[in-house]
């Protein structure tokens, strides 16, 4: 099992381009979420989904979109990039986060916005 | 998150027990508290939860405060392996994971 896949591994944005960050798992979890980290702050949860066609906002959902049409991917969309999103995202996972507790995480998204 | 607070770095001697604390004191009766860790370059993993009882595996210990209020992992042998960042989170409603900032653990052999 390749686990969680985060795709691409490193971006360079210019202010007010969009991109997608793509996110699998080969798990079968319905649970995915995205996170950002900024030196300092730890992580901080963006968008999550509990399933196929249900998703929800985090604590910092703003500049970002997502949806989810599979229980494998979720894709996090950047419309118009702005040098504050400038970041390392991470993808998670779980089977059930209530009773396991446990998110597997993918390897992180560099992401520089000029 | 602002209601979780750790301290930024802790040192320990190899082979030696290691607490890391973690305040939360706004926690609300139903959330989790996790604890995952993160070497560079690498997404964190998970190490422990619980909810009220202390609960121990094969990684760690996690002793919560009868208040549930702070909350420490307990690393009963440190190695140089376990040199790492170590976020304690919250969980609101299962769904919702909320990280301090972090302790930077120093291992010296």
């Known amino acids: 099992n390749a686990g969680v896949t985060q795709t691409p591994k490193f971006q360079v944005l210019k202010t007010g381009q969009s991109m997608t960050l793509q996110c699998a798992q080969d798990?079968?979890?319905?649970?995915m979420s995205w996170y950002r980290q900024d030196p300092g702050m730890g992580l901080r949860l963006i968008h999550y989904?509990?399933?196929?066609?249900?998703?929800d906002q985090g604590e910092v959902p703003n500049g970002y979109n997502v949806s989810r049409s599979t229980t494998e991917d979720f894709p996090l969309r950047l419309l118009s990039a702005a040098p504050s999103q400038t970041s390392v995202y991470f993808c998670?996972?779980?089977?059930?986060?209530?009773?396991?507790?446990?998110?597997?995480f993918g390897e992180g998204s560099r992401l520089t916005v000029l | 998150d602002a209601k979780t607070t750790q301290p930024n770095s802790m040192e320990s001697n190899e082979e030696e027990p290691v607490h890391l604390p973690c305040n939360h004191s706004?926690?609300?009766?139903?959330?989790?508290i996790h604890w995952y860790r993160q070497l560079p370059s690498q997404g964190p993993e998970y190490v422990i939860h619980?909810?009220?009882s202390n609960v121990n595996n094969r990684m760690a210990s996690l002793a919560i405060a009868e208040d549930r209020k702070s909350s420490t992992l307990i690393l009963h042998r440190a190695t140089l392996r376990d040199a790492a960042v170590y976020y304690c989170?919250?969980?609101?409603?299962?769904?919702?994971?909320?990280f301090g900032s972090g302790t930077k653990l120093n291992v010296k052999p």
């Open positions: 998670a996972s779980s089977y059930n986060p209530g009773s396991t507790g446990e998110l597997f």
């Open positions: 989904s509990v399933g196929a066609g249900i998703t």
């Open positions: 619980g909810l009220t």
């Open positions: 989170t919250r969980s609101a409603n299962f769904n919702k994971f909320y």
């Open positions: 798990m079968n979890h319905e649970y």
């Open positions: 706004t926690i609300s009766g139903t959330d989790y």
